[in-house]
């Protein structure tokens, strides 16, 4: 029986079971659903080949939905901070998460033209589960990369249903990696890419705190590529159909590096709401680990979250005048314990970086545009010989 930590559910190897194995100790699913409650969804549309009719396809796309407390925990808010390390991307809510430190709904990630379908389908969820809070204001996290390359992403394929779909389909256990939902029509250093996950455990005292990643990585060029500290992607450029000049090949390529990457950070350790704004600005590191230097055409926009209980963070409409005793309280980790957190979220998100790009296939997309699979076999070899 293989472990959920190397392998997926369908037997897939993830980068542990090629003996790639960053620093730190994952939880048992070595994934972001280590965090207790939390719940993964996902919806994918894989339809057509051939050349691109806009609103007809080919169709390389889909929708992932987190839930941070799960179904059953909507309106409830998490502590939060978000950053960007590059801002040519979207990620909606973040102004409100930046004036109150929380959010109480869930996360979902798209390509670029999908956001309002997604931000409509998740008003529409919430409304359908949860008609109470579907009264108040809704400010959902919708957040997108680029899938433009093997995708028709002008055609309005991704619709507030398929959004709605994820968020229904959400659930703990193995979470899906590679081609699917959100990362479903994603590149990375120039390989398929798309969904990856991780996570470590932190001991604080007495209490074993999880911190994990998801990351939708559509970014990095092919030099770039970065393995266990070895420079492999120099060495891989034999098939490399994402090359070339965009302008002279084709002006709908993005050019090399471009794309955008989004990382969600989850912790069940209790954090204030600027202590998870730290843990999103360590996530580049991680990024960097496996080599991006950050493009300017890539949207490098990051959230962190803790799920402890937040009670006093929640904004909800007063009645009545106040009470005496009406205030608001956080338990947190000490600043000065907050070193080994930041560590496993520099490790979490390069692991879950090669995840996304080891647990994958070649994909042929609009107008015959591939993406080659990061080949298991030359990387190991590359690794072997240093």
């Known amino acids: 029986m293989v472990s959920a930590q190397s392998h997926t559910a369908d037997g897939r190897p993830r980068a542990r079971a ?20 939390l719940e993964v969804g996902v919806a994918t549309l894989i339809s057509g080949q051939g050349a691109l009719t806009v609103g007809y ?26 950053y960007s390390l590059n ?24 390509n670029t033209h999908a956001i309002g379908a997604c931000h409509t389908g998740v008003i529409s969820w919430v409304n359908r589960v949860n008609p109470l809070l579907g009264r108040q204001w809704l400010l959902p996290v919708c957040a997108e990369t680029w899938d ?79 393995v266990a500290g070895h420079r492999v992607g120099e060495r891989l450029c034999g098939d490399n ?13 993005a050019p090399p590096g471009a794309g955008s990457v989004i990382t969600i950070i989850a912790t069940d350790a209790p954090l204030l709401p600027g202590q998870c704004k730290a843990l999103a600005r360590r996530v580049p590191l991680g990024l960097a680990r496996t080599g991006t230097t950050g493009s300017h055409f890539s949207g490098d926009i990051f959230l962190a979250f803790s799920t402890a209980p937040a009670p006093g963070l929640l904004s909800s409409f007063p009645t009545g005048a106040a009470d005496d005793d009406e205030l608001g309280q956080l338990t947190f980790i000490p600043w000065g314990r907050m070193d080994d957190l930041y560590t496993a979220v520099v490790q979490s998100v390069e692991e879950a970086v090669l995840n996304a790009l080891i647990v ?25 010989t240093g």
């Open 57 to 82: 396809g080919p169709v390389r796309t889909g929708v992932t939905a987190i839930l941070p407390r799960g179904r059953e925990g909507i309106g409830q808010p998490c502590a939060a901070g978000w």
């Open 360 to 384: 994958n296939s070649e994909m042929i997309g609009r107008d015959g545009h591939r993406s080659p699979a990061l080949p298991h076999d030359q990387l190991m070899a590359l690794l072997r």
């Open 87 to 110: 801002g040519n991307g979207e990620m909606t809510g973040t102004t409100w998460i930046e004036e109150s430190g929380a959010f109480n709904l869930p996360i979902l990630l798209s």
């Open 18 to 37: 090629l003996g790639i194995a960053p620093g730190g100790e994952p939880g048992l699913l070595n994934a972001i659903t280590d965090v207790g409650g």
């Open 148 to 226: 433009g390359y093997l995708n028709d992403i002008n055609g309005g394929h991704v619709r507030p249903e398929h959004a709605e779909h994820a968020l229904d389909a959400a659930t703990g256990g193995p979470v899906e990696e590679g081609s699917v939902g959100g990362g479903t029509g994603m590149n990375c250093y120039e390989f398929k890419g798309g969904n990856g996950t991780s996570s470590r455990l932190v001991r604080h005292g007495s209490h074993t705190f999880t911190v994990a990643a998801f990351v939708q990585a559509n970014f990095g060029t092919r030099e770039e590529l970065t």
């Open 241 to 253: 159909p994402l090359a070339g000049s965009w302008f002279a090949d084709d002006l709908r390529k």
